[in-house]
C-alpha cells in the first residue's frame, strides 16, 4: 500500500458515519432545482403566450410583467413570452453541460448588443408631433377590450398627457396628475376630459346644485357637536338641563358655519370621517339657509390632487379657515348622466394645477377594462416622453434582434458564441406567437420575416388585421423604444437570476 493513503475504517464513503461527520451531498441537486425553476417559470410564460397582440385573449400578470408595467407600462405580455423562451434556450444549453455563469454572462453581452440593435433601428420623434403620438397611443389600445374605440381614446390619453406637462422641458410624466374617475353606467363613447376636477360624491344639500364664481374650500374638521376623548356618559335628568345640551350644541355649529361663511366659501367639501359623523343634520341645515354647496365623504387620498387642481389648501381647524384657504373656480355643478347617476364638476379655476380628469363611463363588466387600457396608452405617452424615440411593432425588432445577433455570434469564440446565438434564436417567439394569435402559418410566416430582414427591411413585421406580413411603420404599428429595450433588459435579467438559484431552503 503506497505511503500516502490512509487505509479507510469505518462505513463507506457518501455515507455519514456517526455524529459530526458531514451529511451526503447530492451532486445532481443544483442542476435539478435549475431545471425545476426553469420548468416552473416556462409553465407561466406558455400559459400567457396566447394573450399576446390585437387577436389574443385576457392578460394574466406576474411578477415580472409588474416590473415591466411600473417601468413601461405596456409590453407586459411580452416581457413574460421572452424570457420564457430565454429559458427554453438556457434548459437546452445546461443539457449541453454549459455552466450557467457562461451563459449568464453571454446573456448579459447579447443584451448590450441587443440594446445597441434596437436604438440603431429607432427613429426619434418629437412631442409636437401630435401624429405620432396618436399613432403609438392606438396601437396600445388594439390590443385592448376597447380596441374599437381607440379613435376615441386615443387623443384623450395625448392631450391628458400635454396639459400636465410642458413639452418643452419635460423628462417625464406623474400619472397621479391624470386622475382616472370612474362611473358606471352608459358606454364607452360616454368617456370625456375635464379640465377641472370631477367628484363621484354627491351634493349633500341637494337644494344648491350649481355654483357659479365659486369660492372652494376643503375641510378636515368636523361639523357637528363635541364628543368627549373618553366614552364618557352625559345624564340628564331634567328636560330644563336637556333644552341647555340642545341649545348649546346649536350654537356651538352655529359658530363653526358662520366662520366658514365669514370668508365668503360657498361650496365646502369635507373629507370622510371614520370617528364622529363629519357633517351633522344640523349643520347641514344651516349651511343650506347660507346657500353654501356641501360636499361630503372626500377620501383622504384625494386630498392632495383636489388642492392641487383647484388651489385650495385643507384645513384642520376652524380658527384656520380663512379666505386665503380657498380656491377660486368659474363653475360648480352637480351634473346628471342620463338617469345613470350624478357627477360633480368644478371648472374654469382661476389657479389651475397642471392636472387633468378622464370620466370613464361603461358597464361593470367594460369599465374596469377601460381603465387599463386607458392607464396603458397613458404609459405609452410617458414612455415617450422619457425616451424620445420610436420604433416598428409587430414582431419587426425581434427579428431584427435574431437576425443581427446571429451574425454578432460568429464574430466570438467558444461557449459565448453558442450561448448569443441561442438568445437570438429565442427572440424568434415573438413574431411565431402573434402569427400564431392571428390565424397565420407561425413557421412559414417567420421564415419569410426573417428572409425580408436579411435584405434590409428592418421594418417589415407581421400585420394581424390583415393576415400577412407587411412594411408596419406605414400600418402605423408604432411602439416606444422604451417597451422594447425594458422587456428585453427586464426578461434577461430576470432569467440570469433564475440561473443563480442552485439549491432550495426548506422554510420551517
Do not use: W
Amino acid at each position: 500500500m503506497p505511503e500516502n493513503v490512509a487505509p479507510r475504517s469505518g462505513p463507506p464513503a457518501g455515507v455519514a458515519g456517526g455524529r459530526g461527520k458531514s451529511a451526503y451531498q447530492d451532486r445532481d441537486k443544483p442542476a435539478q432545482i435549475r431545471f425545476s425553476n426553469i420548468s416552473a417559470a416556462k409553465a407561466v410564460a406558455d400559459a400567457i403566450r396566447t394573450s399576446l397582440g390585437p387577436k389574443g385573449m385576457d392578460k394574466m400578470l406576474v411578477e415580472l410583467s409588474k416590473a415591466q408595467d411600473i417601468e413601461a407600462g405596456d409590453g407586459t405580455t411580452s416581457v413574460v413570452i421572452i424570457a420564457g423562451s430565454l429559458l427554453d434556450s438556457c434548459t437546452k444549453l445546461l443539457q449541453k453541460g454549459i455552466h450557467p455563469t457562461i451563459i449568464s454572462e453571454s446573456f448579459q453581452k447579447a443584451l448590450e448588443k441587443g440594446t445597441e440593435i434596437l436604438t440603431d433601428m429607432s427613429r426619434p420623434v418629437e412631442l409636437s408631433d401630435r401624429e405620432t403620438l396618436l399613432n403609438s397611443a392606438a396601437t396600445s389600445l388594439n390590443s385592448k377590450v376597447v380596441s374599437q374605440y381607440s379613435s376615441l381614446l386615443s387623443p384623450m390619453t395625448v392631450n391628458a398627457v400635454m396639459k400636465v406637462i410642458d413639452p418643452a422641458t419635460a423628462t417625464s410624466v406623474d400619472l397621479r396628475d391624470v386622475k382616472i374617475v370612474k362611473k358606471l353606467g352608459g358606454t364607452i363613447d360616454d368617456c370625456e376630459l375635464v379640465e377641472g376636477l370631477v367628484l363621484t360624491q354627491k351634493v349633500a344639500n341637494s337644494g344648491i346644485t350649481r355654483v357659479e364664481k365659486a369660492k372652494i374650500g376643503l375641510i378636515q374638521f368636523c361639523l357637528s357637536a363635541p364628543k368627549t376623548d373618553m366614552d364618557n356618559q352625559i345624564v340628564v335628568s331634567d328636560y330644563v338641563q336637556m333644552d341647555r345640551v340642545l341649545r348649546e350644541e346649536r350654537a356651538y355649529i352655529l359658530n363653526l358655519v358662520k366662520q366658514i361663511k365669514k370668508t365668503g366659501c360657498n361650496v365646502l367639501l369635507i373629507q370622510k370621517s371614520i370617528l364622529r359623523d363629519a357633517l351633522s343634520d344640523l349643520a347641514l341645515h344651516f349651511l343650506n339657509k347660507m346657500k353654501i354647496m356641501v360636499v361630503k365623504d372626500i377620501e383622504r387620498e384625494d386630498i392632495e390632487f383636489i388642492c392641487k387642481t383647484i388651489g385650495t389648501k385643507p384645513v384642520a381647524h376652524v380658527d384656520q379657515f380663512t379666505a386665503d384657504m380657498l380656491g377660486s373656480a368659474e363653475l360648480a355643478e352637480e351634473v346628471s348622466l342620463n338617469g345613470s347617476g350624478k357627477l360633480i364638476k368644478i371648472t374654469g379655476c382661476a389657479s389651475p394645477g397642471k392636472t387633468v380628469t378622464i370620466v370613464v363611463r361603461g358597464s361593470n363588466l367594460v369599465i374596469e377594462e377601460a381603465e387599463r387600457s386607458i392607464h396603458d396608452a397613458l404609459c405609452v405617452i410617458r414612455c415617450l416622453v422619457k425616451k424620445r424615440a420610436l420604433i416598428a411593432g409587430g414582431g419587426a425588432p425581434e427579428i431584427e434582434l435574431a437576425l443581427r445577433l446571429t451574425e454578432y455570434s460568429r464574430t466570438l469564440s467558444g461557449m459565448e458564441s453558442y450561448c448569443v446565438r441561442a438568445f437570438a434564436d429565442a427572440m424568434e417567439v415573438i413574431p411565431s406567437t402573434l402569427a400564431e394569435n392571428a390565424g397565420l402559418n407561425p413557421i412559414s410566416t417567420v421564415t419569410e420575416l426573417r428572409n425580408r430582414h436579411a435584405q434590409g427591411e428592418k421594418t417589415t413585421g407581421i400585420n394581424v388585421r390583415k393576415g400577412g406580413i407587411s412594411n408596419i411603420l406605414e400600418e402605423l404599428v408604432v411602439q416606444p423604444l422604451l417597451v422594447s429595450v425594458s422587456a428585453l433588459t427586464l426578461a434577461t435579467e430576470t432569467v440570469r437570476s433564475i440561473l443563480k438559484i442552485d439549491d432550495v431552503v426548506n422554510s420551517r
